[in-house]
């Protein structure tokens, strides 16, 4: 029973085989890798630091009052100025 399907289960497999490898070459890292392994690409050291501190915001626990201000400056729609059509 199973030996009816194998050809079918090979086919499928390779097709997704095939979308997946696709997909990876499509993605940024993948892309990257393909470029080095076809030599389209030298080999760069990492400048980035992954680990350094980053400048941040003192932390506070008054979120409400920080949106309140951030949204005081909103207007606001109230029902008496809101216009219904019928």
Same mark, same amino acid.
Do not use: N, Q
């Given at each position: 029973?199973?030996?009816a399907m194998e050809?079918?289960?090979?086919?499928? =497999?390779l097709v997704a +085989?095939?979308?997946? !490898?696709?997909?990876?070459?499509?993605?940024?890292? =993948?892309?990257? !890798? !393909?470029?080095?392994?076809?030599?389209?690409?030298?080999?760069?050291? !990492?400048?980035?630091?992954?680990?350094?501190? %980053?400048?941040?915001?003192?932390?506070?626990?008054? %979120? %409400?009052?920080?949106? +309140?201000?951030?949204?005081?400056?909103?207007?606001? %729609?109230t029902p008496h100025? +809101?216009?219904?059509? +019928?």
């Amino acid at each position: 029973m199973f030996s009816a399907m194998e050809g079918t289960l090979l086919v499928g =497999g390779l097709v997704a +085989a095939i979308v997946f !490898v696709a997909a990876f070459a499509a993605e940024g890292r =993948g892309r990257r !890798v !393909v470029r080095l392994i076809l030599g389209a690409d030298e080999r760069r050291p !990492v400048t980035e630091h992954l680990y350094d501190e %980053v400048d941040r915001p003192a932390p506070t626990l008054d %979120v %409400v009052g920080e949106l +309140a201000r951030d949204t005081a400056a909103l207007h606001v %729609v109230t029902p008496h100025t +809101a216009r219904h059509r +019928a």
